[in-house]
């Protein structure tokens, strides 16, 4: 069957640091692969959205990168905040976009 | 604020009833999408509606439903209610032109409690 992993335990990092997040995928070719990020109590936040057909992605200080040879998308924040303490989500998307399954999230602390 | 609502914020209930929740869209918005989010699922899609019709179905039980109006408001109706459905509903829209590939936007949710 169909699996998403995310790093399972949550990240700590220091202000100032890049974080990176893992998504890998079995069991699965997915066309395009988004990103989310959720705050606690909170519905998620659309980041980011990568086509196979596309190595990397960046949007101000995030980059996503997207290997289909390896199934892994990684996510990368640099210079983190406190700010960016949160849950992130990767989601795949098939090549009809029909079928969303959801990563279990990694939470990503950041200490100043 | 995503300009998506949904309500109610919490709903608590026994086993066996039947509750609904509701959800509307950003204005514009045409498509509707449900997710169920659970502690031992994670997030997890179960219907979409895009201007009054089914357009998507992912992991829905077969006694919940869902549908959208003419206003393009949309509801989700869970029956029976067993304790493994206490979970978090949120409620996404988009424009609705390229499925799941435009962007949604989320509500805050609804927490249901089955006791």
């Known amino acids: 069957s169909q699996k998403i992993e995310q790093n399972s335990e949550a990240l700590n990092i220091q202000e100032g640091k890049t974080a990176t997040l893992t998504c890998n995928y079995t069991n699965y070719s997915p066309a395009y692969l988004q990103w989310y990020r959720q705050d606690p109590g909170r519905g998620p936040v659309f980041l980011l959205l990568?086509?196979?057909?596309?190595k990397e992605k960046r949007k101000e200080r995030l980059k996503v990168t997207f290997d289909t040879t390896l199934k892994q998308s990684l996510f990368h924040i640099t210079a983190s905040q406190p700010a960016d303490s949160a849950t992130y989500l990767c989601a795949p998307l098939n090549q009809a976009g029909t079928a969303l399954i959801f990563g279990k999230g990694t939470t990503l602390s950041v200490s100043s | 604020d995503s300009g998506v609502t949904q309500t109610p914020k919490h709903l608590i209930t026994a086993t066996g009833q039947r509750v609904t929740l509701r959800c509307s869209p950003r204005?514009?918005?045409?498509?509707v999408y449900w997710y169920q989010q659970s502690l031992d699922q994670g997030l997890q899609f179960l219907i979409q509606?895009?201007?009054?019709?089914?357009?998507a179905k992912g992991n829905i039980l077969e006694r919940f439903s869902a549908q959208q109006f003419p206003d393009l408001h949309s509801e989700l109706n869970l029956s029976s209610l067993e304790l493994g459905d206490s979970a978090l509903y949120f409620c996404?829209?988009?424009?609705?032109?390229?499925?799941?590939?435009?962007?949604?936007?989320f509500g805050p949710g609804t927490r249901l409690t089955v006791l």
């Open positions: 996404a829209s988009s424009v609705g032109t390229s499925g799941f590939t435009d962007t949604q936007y």
């Open positions: 509606y895009y201007n009054g019709e089914e357009r």
């Open positions: 990568i086509r196979e057909n596309e």
């Open positions: 204005s514009g918005d045409l498509s």
